[in-house]
């Protein structure tokens, strides 16, 4: 049995990556680190599906360490630069400690980061920063309109668009078309979860009611009293909506299960596209797919 230096395990929300990473790092002796967009931010551990959801928050779970998991407050904002000096120090401090570094998660451009490296944008003022926030919380679409590459739609990379764009006057798109740097070298071994379209759906639809009951009210509960952007998680916005009176409970629940599930699609399709994986699993993986990955 071979072991690799590193290992990146990603797929579409709900395929089971988070589970089979864990096992894996059980047998291994691995530390997870998260590469989810989401998952990053602390409050919110039931709506974004976080190995946390219903845990005491700690640095591992049974006995796995577990690291970048709820380490910012929804008020931050964090650059795919930011993350990947984050990332390198995590995996750094995991080779140094004779652990596996196991990163997880589904965000694209994070993964991106770590396989190809990134690409050195000048640092950002505070009111180039600030007036590119502003002008997405007013209208996200003529935000959108300023930005080159219009297929982006998170709000987050569309502030990063703008603001790159106010402080370079140059796009977005040029700067990533310059050299890299920063990527995790020797490439971890990439893992793709990719089961089919139809079962991810049933998993989405399963777990939305129970993430409701788990704590999901509560947070965004919080996020309401707070004024954080309702944006930045799936699930969120529907939430509050319902808790404002402006959904009923079916009403939230089916929204949130078809934005998530027209969410997997655009995964599915980045990976297709964007992701050459070493190893694919094409069903929802078990501790029985442990072998097979190592053996691979």
Not at 58 to 69: A, C, S
Not at 109 to 124: A, F, S
Not at 153 to 168: G, K
Request: glycine share 6%.
């Amino acid at each position: 049995m071979t072991q690799k230096q590193s290992y990146i395990i990603t797929g579409p929300t709900a395929s089971g990556k988070s589970d089979i990473a864990h096992e894996l790092a059980k047998k291994i002796g691995g530390t997870i680190i998260n590469c989810d967009s989401v998952q990053i931010y602390k409050g919110i551990e039931n709506i974004s599906a976080s190995p946390f959801a219903e845990r005491v928050l700690t640095d591992e779970i049974d006995g796995v360490p577990y690291r970048l998991f709820s380490i910012l407050s929804l008020s931050e904002q964090i650059s795919v630069a930011d993350y990947i000096k984050l990332a390198k120090r995590e995996y750094d401090a995991a080779i140094a400690s004779g652990r596996i570094p196991i990163f997880v998660g589904g965000t694209g451009y994070y993964i991106n980061g770590i396989v190809n490296g990134i690409v050195e944008i000048p640092d950002i003022s505070v009111e180039n920063r600030n007036k590119a926030r502003e002008l997405v919380a007013r209208d996200l679409n003529a935000a959108r309109a300023m930005v080159s590459d219009c297929n982006v739609t998170d709000p987050q990379r569309v502030a990063r668009a703008l603001e790159v764009m106010f402080e370079t006057g140059k796009p977005i798109i040029w700067w990533q078309q310059q050299k890299r740097t920063g990527a995790i070298l020797p490439t971890p071994f990439k893992i793709l979860i990719n089961p089919p379209l139809d079962v991810l759906h049933k998993r989405i639809a399963g777990r939305i009611p129970k993430m409701i009951s788990g704590g999901a009210l509560n947070e965004a509960k919080y996020i309401i009293e707070n004024k954080f952007d309702v944006r930045r998680a799936i699930g969120a916005e529907q939430i509050c909506a319902m808790l404002q009176g402006e959904k009923n409970q079916d009403e939230a629940v089916n929204d949130w299960i078809i934005k998530t599930n027209q969410y997997a699609k655009r995964q599915r399709t980045w990976f297709k596209t964007q992701f050459n994986a070493d190893l694919i699993i094409d069903h929802t993986p078990s501790v029985d797919d442990i072998d097979f990955i190592l053996k691979s």
